[in-house]
């Protein structure tokens, strides 16, 4: 199976910016990727897709102040985050091709 490892995750402060990275253990080139997050007792949100063609799909939760990216070279896709509030707090997950997921980073939005 492929793998795909979450890192970045942290404290931060609410208006504050974090970057998340997820790794893949292949290739994404022509691969759809996507991020998510998850609360606990909650049900798992999407809220960025990045389709092969270069194209990016926000959630409107995260539009304008998320940015995902990816870098088809090291077979990692990002996911840039500013103006972060309490309510962002999750564990952010990235999947590979709409089937293979990460185990997830935690990102806590805490002053």
């Known amino acids: 199976q492929v793998q795909v490892v979450e890192s970045g995750g942290g404290l931060v402060q609410p208006g504050g910016s974090l970057t998340l990275s997820c790794a893949a253990s292949?290739?994404?080139?022509?691969?759809?990727m996507a991020w998510y997050r998850q609360v606990p007792g909650k049900s798992r949100e999407w809220i960025s897709g990045l389709r092969p063609s270069g194209t990016i799909l926000y959630a409107d939760s995260v539009k304008g102040r998320f940015t995902a990216t990816r870098d088809n070279g090291i077979n990692t896709v990002y996911l840039q985050m500013s103006s972060l509030e309490p309510d962002d707090t999750a564990t952010y997950y990235c999947?590979?091709?709409?089937?293979?997921w990460g185990r997830g980073t935690q990102v806590t939005v805490s002053s």
């Open positions: 292949e290739s994404i080139v022509n691969v759809d």
């Open positions: 999947r590979y091709s709409g089937r293979e």
